[in-house]
C-alpha cells in the first residue's frame, strides 16, 4: 500500500525557514519522481518541485531561488526547504509520488504571518 506521510509545517514569520520532509512507502522509491504540492485557501492545488531518481528538479517560478527540494533514497523521504517565507506561501503542502496520481498524504499546514 502506497503511503505518503508530510511532517515539518508550522507558523513562521515572513523571511524564515521551515524544512518539510515526506516519508515514502510502499513502492520502489529510488525509480519514482517525486512531487511536493500545495493548496492555498480557496485556490487549486500547484505544483511546487519536483525531482527525479536521477535527482533533476524543476521549480514553480514564485518559489525559484527560495526553495530547494531534495531527497534520501535510503531513508526513503523526500525535503522541501524553504528559506525566505512569504505570507502568499501560506497552504497545505503535499508530497507526491509522480506514477501513484491518486495517492495523497494529508498534507502538512504551513503558515506565514507576522
Known amino acids: 500500500q502506497v503511503q505518503l506521510v508530510e511532517s515539518g509545517g508550522g507558523l513562521v514569520q515572513p523571511g524564515g525557514t521551515l524544512k518539510l520532509s515526506c516519508a515514502a512507502s510502499g513502492f520502489r522509491f529510488v525509480l519514482e519522481p517525486m512531487q511536493w504540492y500545495r493548496q492555498a485557501p480557496g485556490k487549486g492545488r500547484e505544483l511546487v518541485a519536483s525531482i527525479t531518481g536521477r535527482l533533476r528538479t524543476t521549480y514553480l517560478d514564485a518559489v525559484k531561488g527560495r526553495f530547494t527540494i531534495s531527497r534520501d533514497n535510503s531513508r526513503e523521504t523526500v525535503y522541501l526547504e524553504m528559506n525566505d517565507l512569504r505570507p502568499e506561501d501560506t497552504a497545505v503542502y503535499y508530497c507526491?509520488?509522480?506514477?501513484?496520481?491518486?495517492?495523497w498524504g494529508r498534507g502538512t499546514q504551513v503558515t506565514v504571518s507576522s
Open positions: 507526491h509520488a509522480e506514477s501513484y496520481v491518486l495517492v
